[in-house]
């Protein structure tokens, strides 16, 4: 089973400490990328935002930045918004990602729970479905060898193209991301392409019947079992008290401004501990407590990955370092 993080590169401000500069939050991804390989994980993730409180709008050059510091640890997007990008240049960004990396570059497609992209880029929201399925089938077809003849409703045709640069020996691998709508499990399985869930709320436990789904959808497509994986957010430290000390205030600053904006109520501490419960999403504890609840969702729901998001809300630097060391060194060999 693979192990990793994820992040989203957040400029929240904590308490006292102001928010870090964009500058200053993107070389401190950097750093947890070569951190994340050192203590021996196995991926390292950026998701595409365009908000002020999020750096990271070009996953792939921050993952440029990563693969020349780091040597053996998978680069993906987490994820790439290709509702409102071009998918012909996606596949060149990420491809080039994957000749600097020596092939290590992955991409995640997801349709985005944020829609500032979509105004910023020239695209209707009443597009949002039919654009992400164009795209992924254009997307899909780029990275075939050999020249594309296509024809859409949201770009300019392609007429006998091949796009570079190539990738070397294999295909750009490309994992489908989703919330939770059983339209995208379907569509992954029926593409025969890696899934991606995202977990941030309620019971992991409630989505076994969309992994079935994707089985289920795998298998009418004519498909080998591919790739599932979890994205969750958490925190190892060496104590479940420490674990809480650190974690709460960020991660319930950075919830409430998000949910005030989709209409939640602010995060209390009582819904905090619901979700640290053994059920719970939010995987946050000992490593012994970690681990315990990794196992359990990967056993309910037959993972082959699981990409932990620490930086909910934007902690030190130092406790982000000191978490992926635990996640490393303490967790993920009990978990494999």
Not at 20 to 27: D, I, K, N, S, W
Not at 72 to 77: A, E, K, M, V, Y
Not at 130 to 143: D, I, M, N, S, T
Not at 258 to 283: N, V, Y
């Amino acid at each position: 089973m693979e192990l990793g993080l994820t992040t989203f590169a957040e400029l929240y401000p904590t308490g006292d400490r102001p928010a870090p500069t964009a500058a200053e939050r993107l070389r401190q991804v950097v750093d947890e990328a070569v951190a994340t390989e050192a203590a021996g994980l196995d991926v390292y993730g950026v998701g595409e935002h365009h908000r002020r409180d999020f750096a990271a709008s070009s996953p792939a050059v921050v993952l440029a930045a990563a693969a020349a510091r780091t040597e053996r640890i998978q680069l993906t997007s987490a994820v790439t918004v290709l509702s409102s990008d071009d998918p012909v240049r996606v596949y060149q960004d990420f491809a080039t990602l994957d000749g600097l990396s020596n092939g290590r570059a992955e991409l995640m497609a997801g349709r985005g729970s944020f829609t500032e992209s979509f105004p910023l880029f020239g695209y209707d929201l009443s597009d949002y479905d039919a654009l992400f399925e164009e795209k992924l089938a254009l997307l899909l077809r780029v990275r075939e060898e050999g020249p594309v003849t296509w024809t859409g409703r949201f770009r300019a045709p392609l007429h006998d193209a091949t796009v570079y640069p190539r990738t070397d020996d294999r295909p750009l691998p490309v994992w489908i991301a989703v919330g939770g709508s059983p339209e995208s499990v379907i569509r992954a399985g029926l593409l025969g392409l890696p899934l991606a869930l995202a977990i941030i709320g309620g019971q992991p436990a409630r989505f076994k019947p969309l992994v079935e789904l994707y089985h289920r959808a795998l298998a009418e497509g004519g498909h080998e079992k591919q790739p599932v994986a979890v994205h969750a957010h958490g925190y190892v430290a060496d104590t479940d008290a420490r674990a809480v000390a650190d974690f709460y205030e960020p991660y319930a600053g950075a919830m409430s401004v998000i949910g005030r904006e989709r209409g939640w109520g602010p995060m209390t501490r009582e819904q905090f501990d619901a979700l640290r419960s053994q059920s719970g999403s939010l995987f946050v504890g000992t490593p012994d407590y970690v681990v315990g609840k990794i196992a359990e969702v990967r056993d309910t729901l037959g993972l082959d990955r699981f990409m932990l998001h620490t930086s909910v809300g934007t902690l030190p630097p130092e406790q982000v370092l000191h978490s992926i060391e635990l996640l490393g060194t303490k967790v993920a060999p009990q978990v494999r």
